[in-house]
């Protein structure tokens, strides 16, 4: 079955590069009817959606974050990347990759999430 | 943005109750709605789609209902694995806005 596992560093420094990676296993970013979202959970609030990658290599995100969001694809390693610049203290959160079906919109496979800590 | 709202934001119950959770989204979203089941901890599990759709594996003492602005999440006997955070989701518009969630305590 499709596993998603997020990786990158778990603390940055403010006005830095956030930068994670998301591995997917057991089905191809290149199949559809899927896309692959970015999304985050600060502590003690909801869930924000951040964006998402198209099997395209499209992106779309969310217009609250969006100067400060990358996303992208890397087909060879069957993997996804967010990165966040200028950080603040705000940004520090569980982060979430999430498989997106792009017929009905929901997320249907989750990765179990990385906490990134905005501190200098 | 679509705001969504959920109550309680939380509740007490024990096992082999029946518990409902309910949803409302600051304009219609006719059945764009989503259910997530989230341990600390774990990966969210989607629970229900586009309104009333059970996801498959997913128990089926868990339904839901509901059209427009107004939803709801019903357990119809609580299990120990039960107890967690529920958050509904909007996927009529983007950006996809989650609730706040409900977390069921024993």
């Known amino acids: 079955q499709v596993q998603l596992q997020e990786s990158g560093p778990g603390l940055v420094k403010p006005s830095q590069t956030l930068s994670l990676t998301c591995t997917v296993s057991g089905g191809s970013i290149t199949s559809g009817p899927y896309y692959w979202s970015w999304l985050r959970q600060p502590a003690g609030k909801g869930l924000e959606w951040i964006g998402r990658l198209y099997i395209s290599g499209g992106t779309n995100s969310n217009p609250a974050l969006r100067s400060r969001v990358t996303i992208s694809g890397d087909t060879s390693k069957n993997r996804f990347s967010l990165e966040v610049n200028s950080v603040m203290a705000a940004d520090t959160a569980v982060y979430f990759c999430?498989?997106?079906?792009?017929?009905?919109?929901?997320?249907?496979?989750w990765g179990q999430g990385t906490l990134v800590t905005v501190s200098s | 943005d679509i705001q969504m709202t959920q109550s309680p934001s939380s509740l007490s119950a024990s096992v082999g109750d029946k518990v409902t959770i309910t949803c409302r989204a600051s304009?219609?979203?006719?059945?764009?709605l989503n259910w997530y089941q989230h341990k600390p901890g774990t990966a969210p599990r989607l629970l229900i789609f586009d309104a009333s759709s059970l996801q498959s594996g997913v128990p089926s003492r868990f339904s839901a209902s509901g059209s427009g602005t107004d939803f709801s999440l019903t357990i119809s006997s609580l299990h120990p694995e039960d107890f967690a955070s529920y958050y509904c989701q909007q996927s009529y518009s983007v950006p996809p806005t989650f609730g706040p969630g409900t977390k069921v305590e024993i």
């Open positions: 304009q219609s979203i006719s059945t764009y």
């Open positions: 999430a498989r997106e079906n792009s017929q009905d919109y929901y997320f249907d496979i």
